[in-house]
């Protein structure tokens, strides 16, 4: 299972970016996918996640109305636009996958991307 980011960068707040997370020795659609991100000295926390149960997709409060999270499954990629960039967005973005109990919570998922790094100044 190997889940692979790209698509960060930097942008100036109000840009947008669009990352992407390709996943390759399981189907995507088989399992609940998330983005979540973590600033220097700061907990990891959880942005957005499609519910492998019901499809349903959600994005958090702090995010809401700016980010939207999608998931192509022919292409087992899974996708996170980011609209209206602040410099608090700045972060590394993870991709995760699993059956978690509670989708904000990232030990509850099983597997990880190596990250990718957004900075918006």
């Known amino acids: 299972v190997q889940l692979v980011e790209s698509g960060g960068g930097s942008v100036q707040a109000g840009g947008s970016l669009r990352l992407s997370c390709a996943a390759s020795?399981?189907?995507?659609?088989?399992?609940?996918m998330g983005w979540f991100r973590q600033a220097p000295g700061k907990e990891r926390e959880g942005v957005a996640a499609?519910?492998?149960?019901?499809?349903?997709?959600f994005v958090h409060d702090s995010v809401k109305g700016r980010f939207t999270i999608s998931q192509n499954n022919a292409k087992n990629t899974l996708y996170l636009q980011m609209n209206s960039l602040k410099p608090e967005d700045t972060a590394i973005y993870y991709c995760?996958?699993?059956?978690?109990?509670?989708?904000?919570?990232?030990?509850?998922?099983?597997?990880w991307g190596q990250g990718t790094q957004v900075t918006v100044s």
């Open positions: 995760a996958a699993g059956l978690p109990a509670n989708i904000w919570v990232a030990t509850d998922y099983n597997y």
């Open positions: 020795g399981y189907s995507a659609s088989s399992y609940s």
């Open positions: 499609i519910d492998s149960g019901d499809g349903g997709s």
